[in-house]
C-alpha cells in the first residue's frame, strides 16, 4: 500500500526524533511492502522566523492532502517574548483545529525495565497502564474572548473557559469506545464544585455513559485526580477530561514513565472502525528541549513510538503497530538507555543509535 504522510518537525528537538522516526516507518515498510511518500512542512518558531506566522497556509495544505501528519515539538526561548502577537504554540493549536482532531489519546504505561527511571516506588508503578483522552478544541485555549489591555487601575488579561454539549459528549464516547476494548473503566475529570462549565462536563458524561452499559464510569475532581496520579495510579484504565486539566495532567503522568521522551500521543477525530482509516496527527508529548537540540542524545522512542500509533490508527495497520512496540519494548528489556532514562553511571546511547537498535529489530 502506499501513504502519504506530512512531517512537521517543529523546533528544537522535534526534527532530530521526527527523522528518526521517519527512519522506523522506512524499515516497517520495507518489511511489509508498503511505500511512504513522506513531505516535510515548516510549523512553530522555525515558520515564524521565515514566514512571520506559526502555520502557514502550504503547511496546512500538505496535512490535509496526506494520510496523516508526524509531528514534533514547537516553541523555545527565543520565541518566550510574553507580549508576542504570534508564538510557536499557535502551530499546533491551529493544525489540530484545521484538520478537526478534537480528541488526544495519550497512553501511559509504566515499563517493568524503567521503574528505576521513575520518581515514584516501584511498589506503586505496578500494573500502570492508562490511557489519557484530551479534549482538544475548546476550552480556554480556544473560547473567547481572550485578550489583554490596559486601564487606569493596571493591565488586564482574560481567557474564556466555554464548552458546549456536542464537545463534551463527542470526547466523552472516544474514552468510552477506548475502555471497551481495555478494562472497561473510566474516569471523568473536571472541577464541577467551582465550573460551571465543568457542571455541564460532568452531567454530559453522566448521560453518555448510558450509551454504554459494560463501562464503569466514575467522576473525579481534578485535584484530586492530580493526587491520586502519583498515589495510587494503577487504579485509573481511561482517564477523560478538559483541554487544560489534560495538558496538565499528562504531564504530570509521564513521571510515572520515567520520562516524558517515552510517551506517544495520536490526536484523532474519534477512534476509528476496525479496518477503516482516519486522518491523525502524532507527536511525542515531549517539548522542544533546546538545551540538548542538536546534541544527537534526544530520545527518539516517543516519536517511535507515535509512528506506531499512526500506523495503527490511521493506516489500520495493526501487525506493523504492533511490531514497533515490541521492538521498542525489547530494546528496553536488553538494557539499552537514552540519558533521560538512564540510571547513574550507565552507559547512554545517542539518538540514532537507539532507533538503529529499534530498526534492527524490525
Keep these: 500500500m502506499e501513504f502519504k504522510i506530512a512531517v512537521l518537525g517543529g523546533d528544537g528537538i522535534g526534527p532530530e526524533v521526527t527523522a528518526e522516526a521517519v527512519r522506523v516507518l522506512e524499515a516497517i515498510g520495507r518489511k511489509r511492502g508498503h511505500t511512504f511518500q513522506f513531505s516535510e512542512a515548516p510549523v512553530g518558531g522555525n515558520a515564524i522566523d521565515r514566514y512571520g506566522m506559526a502555520l502557514p497556509q502550504e503547511t496546512v495544505r500538505l496535512a490535509k492532502q496526506s494520510d496523516a501528519v508526524l509531528f514534533g515539538a514547537v516553541g523555545g526561548p527565543k520565541w518566550d517574548d510574553p507580549r508576542a502577537k504570534v508564538r510557536p504554540e499557535d502551530g499546533i493549536l491551529g493544525i489540530r483545529k484545521a484538520l478537526g482532531l478534537f480528541a488526544n489519546l495519550r497512553p501511559v504505561k509504566v515499563s517493568p525495565q524503567l521503574m528505576e527511571a521513575s520518581p515514584l516506588k516501584p511498589s506503586l508503578l505496578q500494573g500502570v497502564d492508562i490511557v489519557v483522552v ?31 454539549e456536542q464537545e463534551v459528549r463527542r470526547v466523552m464516547r472516544v474514552g468510552f469506545t477506548l475502555a471497551q476494548g481495555r478494562k472497561n473503566r473510566v474516569t471523568s475529570v473536571d472541577k464541577a464544585n467551582v465550573l460551571e462549565s465543568s457542571r455541564l462536563w460532568r452531567e454530559v458524561a453522566m448521560e453518555t455513559a448510558k450509551e454504554f452499559p459494560g463501562v464503569v464510569m466514575d467522576n473525579m475532581l481534578v485535584d484530586t485526580a492530580a493526587m491520586q496520579l502519583v498515589r495510587s495510579p494503577a487504579r485509573f484504565d481511561v482517564i477523560v477530561t478538559e483541554n487544560m486539566f489534560g495538558d496538565i ?18 490526536s484523532l477525530a474519534g477512534i476509528p472502525q476496525a479496518g477503516q482509516r482516519a486522518m491523525g496527527l502524532y507527536e511525542p508529548i515531549h517539548g522542544t528541549a533546546p538545551d540538548i ?17 499512526l500506523l495503527r490508527y490511521s493506516l489500520s495497520l495493526e501487525a506493523e503497530a504492533r511490531t514497533i512496540e515490541l521492538a521498542v519494548d525489547k530494546v528496553l528489556a536488553d538494557g539499552y538507555r537514552s540519558p533521560d532514562i538512564a540510571r547513574p553511571g550507565e552507559r547512554t546511547l545517542q539518538t540514532r543509535e537507539m532507533a538503529d537498535l529499534v530498526i534492527g529489530l524490525l
Excluded: H, Q
Design 249 to 266: 495532567l499528562t504531564d504530570e503522568a509521564a513521571v510515572l514513565v520515567g520520562s516524558m521522551g517515552m510517551l506517544p500521543s495520536a
Design 293 to 309: 537540540a542538536g546534541k544527537g542524545i534526544a530520545n527518539p522512542l516517543g516519536a517511535i513510538l507515535s509512528a506506531a500509533l
Design 134 to 164: 484530551r479534549e482538544l478544541t475548546g476550552g480556554l485555549y480556544f473560547a473567547k474572548p481572550k485578550k489583554r489591555w490596559e486601564t487606569a487601575r493596571g493591565r488586564r488579561a482574560v481567557d474564556t473557559l466555554r464548552y458546549t
